[in-house]
């Protein structure tokens, strides 16, 4: 239940009745009623500015307005007072009775508690990861793909139909690199001294067994043949070895993906899909024949004077039009990128989520003007940026470099700090904001480690509800004495903020689905940890506020109800993030 679209309907149920008295005219528009958070928790509960933008439809002062509102919402059982400030904003306090109310929902809906239907199963596909196949995964990739899949797990919740993509950039340059860089190490499998590996190739010790692996498929065979003849055979062999150590690499983060899409397939099998696109593009007027305008500034080094075959992706918002081939006759990104999301739709995703590093920010506005484009306007393509991640160790930065081979790999991090630590910081920042992560800090007992003490939190309470059936029997708790607890009882400003922190879950998971930002997941985790430690060390200090009580069994179901309703919260979110809700500390 989101109380906010709850009361969102209550209130536009009121102005409604206006409407029938003659206060506002018959075609008033309720678009612009917001009902959410006061700014100030001191303020109340809920706050609407339906005053401020109907005052002029109904040709009365905003304060007057929100006074006749404020009367009739007065009269309703779960509203405790109504209260009209500044300019004309309505605050409102809600009822004890209405908080416990929240409270026995999430009781009885336990982890479903916060699920949506915002979606209504419209099909979505998340692309995320897509690392050149030209080696292990290193850190730098690690933040893309913990974001893609959280953000999947999220609009799952939030009841959309999600496919998670792998593009596999198999098609360019960069893998006839890698398959030359994996026939040097061939031949040095064969017993050839290969010496200092040249300047670009790849020269890291991951592609040594893939040069065992060709010789152990090939024998001497490839030795003394052409490159032309060698080199397709050791392409796909190579690719297929680095997708294989990519899945590893990406299994050891938990995270997955439902469909792994070949660039290659584009043009493969005697079908031309970019070949096909273009001349439709060029039917449609959105290709012709000629010359770019030099970029303003320095020129970039693949600058090209010369008339190419343009796509007019000014006319899509773009700042200029882009070339679809380059002096080869090849096929540029571009093209290519143009084909592949044209094939998206066409398997029926008119919503497509792209997750890029934050050096592909200038790439964006041609895409999505492309997406335009080749759906005649029925597409929509998100581009979520994330950007750099500066390892660091007690402060001291962590050096990596990919070309040199010396790089730290994902599964390095992974295996030093844990999948759980890695995923939930990775998430602690809003995506496109930089990021420093920390070994010594991600793995301290503190609260200023999130994920530590949001899993603390979790495990505390686990720990609570194993002690209450020790002390108090086995059926206890049980669910249906859960769901059945005097909750009246739970009356002290601390219990009350936090089921007030857990009613707020709902809206949350559809703020951060509609705006496809799931670090609001991992802050609202810590925020709600932290309602419950500061919960728990209360009872420390004050025996009546411990959630035990042999000599109140009623208040302390009631207690181990709302507890129990965080953990099934805390879980929930967890899950969303990818990270274990750990039931003991280790």
Same mark, same amino acid.
């Given at each position: 239940?989101?109380?906010?679209?709850?009361?969102?309907?209550?209130?536009?149920?009121?102005?409604?009745?206006?409407?029938?008295?003659?206060?506002?005219?018959?075609?008033?528009?309720?678009?612009?009623?917001?009902?959410?958070?006061?700014?100030?928790?001191?303020?109340?509960?809920?706050?609407?500015?339906?005053?401020?933008?109907?005052?002029?439809?109904?040709?009365?002062?905003?304060?007057?307005?929100?006074?006749?509102?404020?009367?009739?919402?007065?009269?309703?059982?779960?509203?405790?007072?109504?209260?009209?400030?500044?300019?004309?904003?309505?605050?409102?306090?809600?009822?004890?009775?209405?908080?416990?109310?929240?409270?026995?929902?999430?009781?009885?809906?336990?982890?479903?508690?916060?699920?949506?239907?915002?979606?209504?199963?419209?099909?979505?596909?998340?692309?995320?990861?897509?690392?050149?196949?030209?080696?292990?995964?290193? =850190? &730098?990739?690690?933040?893309?793909?913990? %974001? /893609?899949? @959280? !953000?999947?797990?999220?609009? $799952?919740?939030?009841?959309?139909?999600?496919?998670?993509?792998?593009?596999?950039?198999?098609?360019?340059?960069?893998?006839?690199?890698?398959?030359?860089?994996?026939?040097?190490?061939?031949?040095?499998?064969?017993?050839?001294?290969?010496?200092?590996?040249?300047?670009?190739?790849?020269?890291?010790?991951?592609?040594?067994? =893939? &040069?065992?692996?060709?010789?152990?498929? %090939? /024998?001497? @065979? !490839?030795?003394?043949?052409? $490159?032309?003849?060698?080199?397709?055979?050791?392409?796909?062999?190579?690719?297929?070895?680095?997708?294989?150590?990519?899945?590893?690499?990406?299994?050891?983060?938990?995270?997955?993906?439902?469909?792994?899409?070949?660039?290659?397939?584009?043009?493969?099998?005697?079908?031309?899909?970019?070949?096909?696109?273009?001349?439709?593009?060029?039917?449609?007027?959105?290709?012709?024949? /000629?010359?770019?305008?030099?970029?303003?500034?320095?020129?970039?080094?693949?600058?090209?004077?010369?008339?190419?075959?343009?796509?007019?992706?000014?006319?899509?918002?773009?700042?200029?039009?882009?070339?679809?081939?380059?002096?080869?006759?090849?096929?540029?990104?571009?093209?290519?990128?143009?084909?592949?999301?044209?094939?998206?739709?066409?398997?029926?995703?008119?919503?497509?989520?792209?997750?890029?590093?934050?050096?592909? /920010?200038?790439?964006?506005?041609?895409?999505?003007?492309?997406?335009?484009?080749?759906?005649?306007?029925?597409?929509?393509?998100?581009?979520?940026?994330?950007?750099?991640?500066?390892?660091?160790?007690?402060?001291?930065?962590?050096?990596?470099?990919?070309?040199?081979?010396?790089?730290?790999?994902?599964?390095?991090?992974?295996?030093?700090?844990?999948?759980?630590?890695?995923?939930?910081?990775?998430?602690?920042?809003?995506?496109?904001?930089?990021?420093?992560?920390?070994?010594?800090?991600?793995?301290?007992?503190?609260?200023?480690?999130?994920?530590?003490?949001?899993?603390?939190?979790?495990?505390?309470?686990?720990?609570?509800?194993?002690?209450?059936?020790?002390?108090?029997?086995?059926?206890?708790?049980?669910?249906?004495?859960?769901?059945?607890?005097?909750?009246?009882?739970?009356?002290?400003?601390?219990?009350?903020?936090?089921?007030?922190?857990?009613?707020?879950?709902?809206?949350?998971?559809?703020?951060?689905?509609?705006?496809?930002?799931?670090?609001?997941?991992?802050?609202?985790?810590?925020?709600?940890?932290?309602?419950?430690?500061?919960?728990?060390?209360?009872?420390?200090?004050?025996?009546?506020?411990?959630?035990?009580?042999?000599?109140?069994?009623?208040?302390?179901?009631?207690?181990?109800?709302?507890?129990?309703?965080?953990?099934?919260?805390?879980?929930?979110?967890?899950?969303?993030?990818?990270?274990?809700?750990?039931?003991?500390?280790?």
């Amino acid at each position: 239940m989101n109380l906010f679209a709850h009361f969102s309907d209550l209130i536009k149920a009121e102005l409604a009745v206006l409407v029938q008295e003659g206060v506002l005219a018959v075609d008033t528009d309720f678009s612009r009623v917001a009902v959410e958070p006061p700014r100030d928790v001191s303020h109340g509960d809920i706050s609407t500015n339906a005053a401020m933008v109907l005052a002029k439809a109904a040709r009365m002062k905003p304060r007057d307005l929100a006074q006749m509102l404020a009367g009739r919402l007065e009269r309703q059982a779960d509203i405790a007072s109504v209260e009209v400030a500044g300019p004309g904003f309505i605050n409102i306090r809600l009822s004890n009775a209405f908080w416990h109310k929240i409270l026995q929902i999430i009781v009885k809906e336990k982890r479903d508690f916060g699920r949506s239907n915002l979606g209504r199963g419209v099909r979505v596909n998340v692309e995320y990861v897509s690392a050149n196949p030209t080696g292990p995964m290193h =850190v &730098g990739h690690c933040r893309g793909a913990v %974001f /893609g899949d @959280a !953000l999947a797990n999220l609009l $799952e919740f939030a009841g959309f139909d999600v496919c998670r993509e792998y593009y596999i950039n198999d098609a360019g340059a960069q893998v006839d690199v890698l398959a030359r860089s994996a026939y040097l190490r061939y031949r040095e499998a064969l017993g050839e001294e290969i010496g200092e590996v040249p300047a670009g190739l790849y020269p890291g010790d991951y592609l040594k067994p =893939v &040069g065992v692996l060709l010789k152990e498929k %090939f /024998g001497a @065979a !490839l030795r003394d043949k052409e $490159e032309a003849e060698w080199l397709p055979p050791v392409r796909i062999i190579a690719i297929d070895a680095m997708m294989a150590m990519i899945r590893e690499d990406l299994a050891a983060l938990n995270v997955r993906h439902d469909v792994f899409f070949s660039e290659r397939s584009l043009i493969s099998g005697g079908n031309d899909e970019i070949a096909a696109l273009i001349e439709q593009l060029r039917a449609n007027d959105l290709v012709y024949e /000629g010359r770019l305008e030099p970029p303003k500034g320095r020129l970039p080094e693949d600058w090209e004077d010369r008339e190419q075959t343009l796509f007019r992706a000014t006319r899509f918002g773009d700042d200029t039009d882009r070339p679809l081939l380059k002096s080869d006759g090849g096929y540029t990104y571009f093209a290519s990128d143009i084909a592949y999301h044209a094939d998206k739709y066409a398997r029926g995703f008119a919503r497509m989520i792209d997750v890029w590093g934050a050096d592909h /920010g200038g790439y964006v506005k041609r895409m999505q003007s492309a997406v335009k484009a080749v759906t005649n306007g029925e597409g929509e393509l998100d581009v979520k940026l994330c950007q750099l991640v500066r390892l660091l160790r007690g402060g001291v930065p962590v050096k990596m470099s990919k070309r040199s081979g010396e790089f730290v790999t994902l599964r390095d991090v992974v295996q030093e700090v844990g999948r759980d630590p890695v995923r939930f910081m990775m998430l602690y920042r809003k995506n496109d904001a930089p990021l420093d992560f920390d070994f010594a800090k991600v793995t301290e007992q503190s609260r200023d480690n999130p994920v530590f003490y949001v899993q603390y939190a979790h495990a505390r309470i686990c720990s609570v509800l194993h002690k209450a059936r020790d002390e108090l029997g086995a059926d206890m708790p049980c669910d249906a004495a859960l769901e059945a607890a005097a909750f009246a009882k739970l009356a002290d400003g601390s219990e009350l903020a936090l089921i007030k922190r857990m009613a707020q879950w709902p809206r949350l998971v559809e703020q951060a689905a509609m705006h496809h930002e799931p670090h609001r997941i991992a802050f609202f985790l810590y925020d709600l940890a932290s309602d419950f430690h500061g919960l728990w060390n209360r009872g420390k200090e004050s025996p009546d506020l411990r959630f035990i009580r042999a000599d109140d069994i009623k208040l302390t179901v009631a207690r181990l109800a709302m507890i129990g309703s965080a953990a099934s919260i805390l879980a929930a979110g967890l899950d969303v993030l990818g990270v274990e809700a750990v039931e003991e500390m280790r």
